[in-house]
């Protein structure tokens, strides 16, 4: 009703102006203008072919049965997934709201493409194993007809992490998770280190843990352009805009112990237009909220946390902007093509860019270390001084735990989180895309059971705590 009210307003004030300018015109330009008018006058007269007097074709559609508020590899594997799984074809319509249509600014873009099933939890390293999996079949996924197939340069180099003493008997544990969940990976001593990397420097180092299988890194740019195509062909909508608003209806219920809570559902989206005042509310059954960085704003803006402290009302989700600084160097005497992704004692880590002695690395900060999150700006003290380029980009950072935020909310029944995963969304983004639709279809988790990563645990203070954060 929106749409069809704000066309015929619009078209109005086009005709007034089609009729005032008769003024200097030819009696050939008068007639062509007076058919012009009446084809316009006979799209809005009952019974008459509508053609729209207002372009509308960038606004969202008025109605939507899903939509997710973020157009990143979380947000598209999330769509790919709802359209892959439904039980029709066409039987969901799904939008996707992104507002930086450039990338230039969404972390995905800005990543340096890591993909490890070296970590401490058993979801973490199912996640990835699925998702390493994933990106070698990477074809057969996302394949669309009469297009080019997709080159996702998986460089399979493993990853090899570094302990101290006070830390070599929590990777020996980790390691053991790790086996018991098929991850390929053995640990080495500074003496076998040393023989197969001797460009190490294994001063301070007591234990190291090398990925055998499926660990490496990939090009980022390819699987979320991968991603947006695919979800194109299987008809998931675009929109460049801004979330600015939801519409919710509200419900009382009373728990077992006779607590009183309000249980929301939001019916519609209010969507901003990119460079514009204008903005289209859409009505829909579900909301993803896979906003990154921003996600935490976006359930404020369901109400998410907007109660008494310590309620679950007053539960926030606990996800904030964290700037990461990426530095790219040249050294042609550096360790060269058989370099593996290498995460230090030190929290530094770096790989091999290329075939050029190119290298990309960075610096994990302290709580005391973290930079402004306001800006991309790039401090090129951080980490060396002798660097190429530079650039910053954002972690979706879960302060409660480091982990994901995976499934509804208790209280916003129908909002859906993927979100939080604090530098490891990208390489886990497959995975956690199947996980999320299963959710909206099924009810409950078909293939890797995420429970331990839904909204409850922030106000349970349950943390999950993943030792592997880079």
Not at 222 to 239: E, I, N, T
Not at 321 to 341: D, I, M, N, S
Request: charged share 20%; with cysteine.
């Amino acid at each position: 009703m929106f749409r069809g009210v704000f066309r015929l307003c619009a078209g109005r004030g086009r005709l007034g102006r089609g009729l005032s300018t008769r003024r200097g015109g030819s009696a050939l330009d008068w007639a062509e203008k007076v058919s012009e008018i009446k084809k316009k006058i006979q799209s809005v007269l009952p019974g008459g072919a509508w053609n729209p007097l207002y372009d509308t074709s960038h606004l969202p559609p008025e109605h939507s049965d899903v939509v997710i508020v973020g157009g990143g590899v979380l947000g598209l594997s999330v769509a790919y997934w709802l359209k892959r799984l439904e039980k029709q074809r066409g039987a969901i319509k799904v939008l996707v709201v992104e507002r930086d249509h450039t990338y230039s600014r969404a972390s995905t873009g800005l990543s340096v493409g890591g993909i490890r099933q070296q970590y401490s939890l058993p979801e973490n390293i199912q996640l990835s194993l699925f998702s390493v999996s994933f990106l070698r079949n990477l074809n057969d996924y996302l394949a669309v007809v009469d297009d080019s197939p997709l080159d996702i340069q998986f460089n399979p180099s493993g990853y090899l992490m570094l302990a101290s003493e006070k830390d070599a008997a929590i990777m020996e544990n980790n390691v053991k998770v790790q086996r018991q969940e098929g991850v390929q990976v053995c640990l080495m001593s500074p003496e076998q280190l040393r023989n197969k990397f001797p460009w190490i420097n294994t001063e301070g180092v007591a234990l190291a843990s090398y990925g055998l299988e499926g660990e490496g890194w990939f090009d980022p740019w390819c699987l979320l352009q991968g991603l947006r195509r695919k979800v194109q062909s299987m008809g998931v909508l675009f929109c460049h805009g801004e979330v600015t608003r939801f519409v919710s209806s509200s419900s009382r219920m009373e728990t077992m112990s006779g607590e009183e809570m309000t249980l929301k559902r939001i019916h519609e989206v209010h969507v901003k237009m990119d460079h514009s005042m204008e903005y289209q509310p859409v009505e829909c059954a579900i909301v993803i909220n896979a906003a990154g960085a921003w996600s935490g704003q976006v359930a404020e803006l369901a109400g998410i946390g907007n109660g008494p402290p310590g309620t679950l009302q007053g539960t926030k989700l606990p996800v904030e902007p964290r700037k990461r600084y990426v530095y790219l160097w040249h050294c042609p005497q550096g360790p060269g093509l058989e370099t593996p992704f290498l995460a230090d004692t030190s929290r530094a880590y770096f790989r091999r860019e290329g075939l050029g002695n190119n290298y990309l690395g960075g610096c994990s900060p302290t709580e005391e270390e973290e930079p402004d999150p306001g800006n991309l700006e790039v401090d090129h003290g951080f980490f060396q001084d002798k660097v190429r380029n530079a650039w910053a980009g954002y972690y979706d950072y879960n302060t409660f735990d480091q982990n994901g935020v995976v499934g509804p909310h208790p209280l916003v029944v129908n909002m859906y989180f993927a979100t939080g995963f604090s530098g490891h969304g990208l390489q886990q983004a497959p995975a956690v895309g199947r996980a999320v639709a299963e959710l909206v279809l099924e009810g409950q988790f078909q293939t890797i059971n995420l429970s331990s990563f839904l909204f409850s645990r922030f106000f349970l203070g349950e943390k999950v705590l993943e030792r592997y954060i880079i």
